[in-house]
């Protein structure tokens, strides 16, 4: 139902005024709505008309037919140039307004109300109401047909101002801003351009699209397109775009809903244009895009495909899911996402397939949550393998695994292994980050291949690839089959506190190394253990891996470093060797262990014959055990030897070898003897001397304690009751010292 009203100037009105007024109306229309319809409701005679027309040249005058909001609604107005009014005086006009209802124009544009036969020619009579309109009829003159005929008839240039028009339109309804002002001295011409370009917008589009046939003063009107004659002055600052239609078109960048347009119109395809027009798209650009990508497969920019993401969001026409599914090749991601989330399944299905080879190509995508339909596998399969076939980046590799996860494609395994081992390179990073984005089924190829890469990888690549991270991703993996990664491996694990020395040591002795790269386990064990042992870790070595001690110099040492590190006094010394000889080892471990209880064993030697064999013994380990543990075990040997009485180590002295005799003497008088020890080793010297056994730094050593002032009255009362050793005592004096000694005699 629409509500009408006549304005007109008037002798009296309804309320008994003259001048112009509203002089009918509809019953019931809105008192709020009248003053809102007003603005409209104006007609200035175009400025070369006569002061006095004839009736002939007032029916020539341009009607101005408009169209524009009311408050929420909206209205169409006709004006019509009436001549003179009831005082005689020019410039009367009608203006019969309508003011539709919600939905009343759904489907109609109001430019197809041109010539309509429910317009009035001269006012109703004053005070007389007029009827609520049930029906709105538009008029015949502006069908699509013609209107293509006429512009088929201005050949190229008509087509070129189509596009013109339609994008400086397009412009003004999107920012909402701008107006477009056609300047034509045939009215019909203008009628038709506002036809055309009526037609040419999408419904929702078509709504906001305010415009006037004729103005007198476009510069104050409101509309969107306004029609004016060429003698009507237009201000140079205008806030407008002025289009003379009867000059040259000034060509201006167009974009794809106007091209697109113009070649509907050109080619005569008005369901294409009636296609477009049922979009509710805020930018017609957008619509256009659509209709382009499905009619005729237009490949769309990447911003064309993220506006037409949203609009499928907001849904689409039916006819359009069937041809988006045959141009799903078409569609970048998102947009071939979006039909998945909402269109039926033979558009979603196709694009299914489309959203699996995009992210097949760039791990960066998802692949998505709907199954792949089975009619698309082969195709997906192939196009897999062709990715593996030519990929050079983990990420990708990645990517690819992912999708045949999520959509249940068979790969081989062995050619992922061996690509993964080929991007082992120096310009492989974030490797632990690209493992936990694969699928969990895929993890173990992945670190199968990239542990074969590192294996044969250049120290330097090995070194930059195995972060901290991907050393904590491998830490718990069975790396003997490749030991110099796993030797890597267990280094970063003892430094960071993941494994103790010891377990580290076990690790690393599980590894399969080859002769070629043995070394590095050599260095691994020598820098584990740079720190001494300590007794603990010892023991626990010792019954893990005591028998593979002795192959490496950097665990063979490792008891000699504890021995000389705590001293035979400490019960762990005894303890470790004890240890070492029950487990039966070998090598140097066995003969550091050997000597260590040698030396400690002696101190329970109960006679002679008992400690020579313990010394010869210490003495044909010289050459095997560690240096400074050899001179640790000599000297805890010799000072526990001295503990003994003379008669012992005398004969001790007299069975031992020569060997064995000189570095046991030696020691013996290297120390640093009290008077007790100076006698004992006198009294040996006195009885070897007299046994006929001649040792020269002995005797020596003896000589000078005896020619020295001090000690000798010691010793002299020491032995003076021994016949034997006051011979020898005097034996060893000078002359000198014989004398003074006959002389205190007598």
């Not at 002002?181 to 699209?209: H, K, M, N, Q």
């Not at 599980?510 to 820098?527: F, M, Q, Y």
């Not at 040492?557 to 080892?585: M, N």
């Not at 002299?716 to 000078?734: A, V, Y």
Request: aromatic share 6%.
């Amino acid at each position: 139902m629409a509500w009408q009203l006549h304005y007109t100037s008037a002798a009296a009105g309804p309320s008994g005024r003259a001048g112009f007024q509203i002089v009918a109306e509809s019953p019931g229309l809105p008192a709020g709505l009248v003053p809102r319809v007003t603005p409209y409701l104006t007609y200035r005679p175009p400025p070369n008309t006569p002061t006095a027309p004839s009736p002939e040249r007032i029916r020539a005058m341009p009607v101005a037919l408009s169209y524009g909001p009311v408050s929420d609604q909206f209205a169409l107005v006709r004006c019509v140039y009436l001549g003179q009014d009831y005082s005689g005086r020019y410039g009367n006009f009608l203006g019969h307004a309508l003011m539709p209802a919600d939905g009343d124009l759904m489907g109609l544009r109001p430019i197809e109300f041109w010539r309509a036969s429910l317009w009035a020619d001269s006012p109703a009579r004053p005070g007389s109401e007029l009827p609520e309109l049930a029906d709105l009829m538009p008029g015949t003159a502006l069908d699509p047909e013609s209107l293509g005929q006429w512009l088929r008839a201005g050949g190229p240039a008509a087509y070129q101002r189509l596009s013109i028009l339609l994008e400086l339109v397009r412009r003004s309804l999107v920012q909402e801003h701008g107006r477009l002002i056609l300047v034509s001295a045939d009215g019909e011409e203008i009628v038709r351009w506002i036809a055309v370009i009526s037609y040419s917008l999408p419904w929702e589009a078509v709504t906001r699209l305010s415009f006037v046939t004729y103005s007198g003063d476009p510069a104050s009107t409101t509309q969107l397109i306004v029609g004016t004659t060429p003698d009507v002055w237009i201000p140079s600052d205008v806030d407008a775009t002025v289009v003379a239609l009867a000059e040259e078109s000034q060509p201006i960048e167009t974009g794809r809903f106007s091209d697109t347009v113009r070649e509907l119109w050109r080619s005569m395809d008005f369901d294409g244009i009636d296609e477009l027009a049922a979009f509710d798209a805020a930018d017609p650009d957008t619509a256009a895009a659509l209709v382009a990508l499905c009619r005729t497969g237009a490949s769309l920019s990447a911003d064309e495909q993220s506006a037409v993401t949203d609009l499928v969001g907001n849904g689409l026409p039916e006819w359009v899911w069937p041809l988006l599914g045959q141009r799903a090749d078409l569609l970048g991601y998102r947009l071939a996402a979006a039909v998945i989330a909402h269109g039926p399944i033979e558009a979603a299905g196709p694009c299914v397939a489309r959203c699996v080879l995009l992210a097949l190509r760039d791990p960066a995508l998802a692949p998505p949550r709907r199954p792949l339909p089975e009619a698309y596998r082969r195709q997906v399969t192939a196009a897999a393998q062709a990715e593996l076939d030519t990929t050079d980046r983990l990420d990708h590799l990645v990517g690819i695994l992912r999708v045949a996860d999520a959509t249940g494609l068979e790969l081989p395994t062995a050619q992922v292994e061996r690509l993964a081992a080929s991007l082992v390179g120096a310009e492989l990073t974030g490797v632990p980050g690209q493992l936990d984005r694969a699928p969990f089924g895929w993890r173990e190829s992945l670190l199968a291949g990239l542990v074969a890469g590192l294996e044969h990888a250049s120290p330097a690549v090995r070194a930059g690839v195995l972060t901290a991270d991907l050393c904590r991703s491998l830490a718990d993996r069975d790396l003997r089959a490749a030991p110099v990664t796993g030797t890597a491996v267990i280094i970063w694990q003892a430094e960071s506190g993941g494994l103790d020395r010891v377990d580290a040591t076990i690790r690393l002795l599980s590894l399969d190394h080859a002769p070629r790269t043995a070394g590095e386990r050599d260095t691994a064990l020598k820098g584990i253990w740079r720190e001494d042992p300590t007794a603990a870790e010892l023991r626990r070595l010792i019954e893990a891996v005591g028998g593979q001690m002795s192959n490496y110099h950097a665990l063979s040492s490792l008891p000699a470093r504890l021995f000389v590190q705590v001293g035979l006094k400490s019960c762990d010394a005894a303890d470790i060797a004890g240890r070492i000889r029950d487990a039966g080892l070998a090598g140097f471990v066995a003969d550091d262990a050997e000597a260590v209880l040698l030396a400690t064993g002696l101190a329970d030697a109960c006679t002679p014959g008992h400690a020579v064999g313990e010394v010869e013994r210490l003495t044909a380990l010289a050459g095997e055990v560690d240096q400074e543990l050899a001179t640790l075990v000599r000297t805890w040997a010799a000072k526990t030897l001295a503990k003994q009485d003379p008669g012992f180590r005398l004969a001790l002295m007299r069975q031992l070898s020569r060997p064995s005799s000189q570095w046991l003497l030696d020691l013996w008088l290297a120390a640093r003897a009290n008077r007790d020890e100076q006698a004992a080793l006198l009294e040996i010297a006195i009885r070897l001397r007299g046994a006929g056994v001649r040792i020269p730094r002995l005797e020596e050593w003896a000589r000078s304690l005896v020619n020295s002032w001090s000690p000798f009255g010691s010793m002299e009362n020491r032995f003076k009751k021994d016949r034997e050793l006051s011979e020898g005592l005097r034996e060893l004096m000078k002359p000198k010292r014989r004398g003074i000694l006959r002389w205190r005699g007598n």
